[in-house]
């Protein structure tokens, strides 16, 4: 069966500090991938999609970054954060036939 | 583009109430439409879906039928539990959705017991 999984769980990271958040699919080969944010109250944002490696679409511009160096790898990324980073980061995977997602466990981020 | 909207809430229930959360939708194409739920700290869980038009997804006693004449797919379930407390997300993707799914804002629900 296909799991996904993303780390760390929780991050507390100063203004300017860099971001690394990791996301591996496993079980499943060629998925397209994805990183939403869900910040309070504003339900979930798409930020970064990936139908193959090294292939990112940007819906959001902002100072975050995605990278997809592996096929079942995703990496979101940030060289400065700000307080509005802050949310609750979400990775899924599909592979675009039902148009269902399947989501991993989430990482929070807090800057401070 | 494409939208979904739903109730905020949150919406407070006692337990074995009669359950309906509206999901209405605006979508250019034909829409595949979803409900997840998600309990708290935790990601989102697929709890079910309708591909065409009065299809009726059901899953763990919810279901939702796929209205296209008023654009909507409103979630129901006959007897809720203090568990289903959660929040739940309408959503829409089209034409195979490789760039994504339209998530509606979620709305939180309550059970009391």
């Known amino acids: 069966s296909q799991t996904i999984h993303q780390w760390p769980a929780t991050l507390v990271q100063p203004v300017g500090s860099p971001l690394s958040l990791e996301c591996t699919v496993e079980?499943?080969?060629?998925?397209?991938l994805y990183w939403y944010r869900q910040a309070a109250g504003r339900g979930l944002q798409l930020l970064f999609y990936?139908?193959?490696?090294?292939?990112i679409s940007s819906e959001v511009p902002q100072n975050l970054s995605a990278s997809r160096p592996q096929d079942r790898q995703f990496i979101l990324s940030s060289k400065k954060l700000l307080l509005s980073d802050s949310g609750f980061y979400l990775c899924?995977?599909?592979?675009?036939?039902?148009?269902?997602?399947?989501f991993g466990e989430g990482s929070r981020l807090t800057v401070l | 583009g494409d939208s979904v909207t739903q109730m905020e809430g949150p919406v407070t229930l006692s337990e074995e109430a009669f359950l309906t959360i509206n999901c209405t939708y605006t979508a250019t194409g034909y829409p595949s439409l979803f409900w997840y739920v998600q309990y708290p700290g935790e990601g989102l869980q697929l709890l079910l879906k309708?591909?065409?038009?009065?299809d009726k997804g059901s899953n763990k006693g919810f279901e939702a039928t796929y209205r296209k004449e008023t654009t909507s797919f409103h979630l129901e379930k006959g007897s809720v539990q203090v568990s289903d407390s959660a929040v739940y997300f309408c959503?829409?993707?089209?034409?195979?959705?490789?760039?994504?799914?339209?998530f509606g804002k979620g709305t939180h629900l309550i059970i009391q017991p």
């Open positions: 990936s139908v193959g490696i090294g292939q």
């Open positions: 899924a995977w599909g592979k675009g036939l039902g148009g269902e997602l399947f």
């Open positions: 079980g499943t080969s060629n998925p397209n």
């Open positions: 959503a829409l993707t089209i034409g195979g959705g490789a760039d994504g799914l339209t």
């Open positions: 309708a591909t065409k038009a009065d």
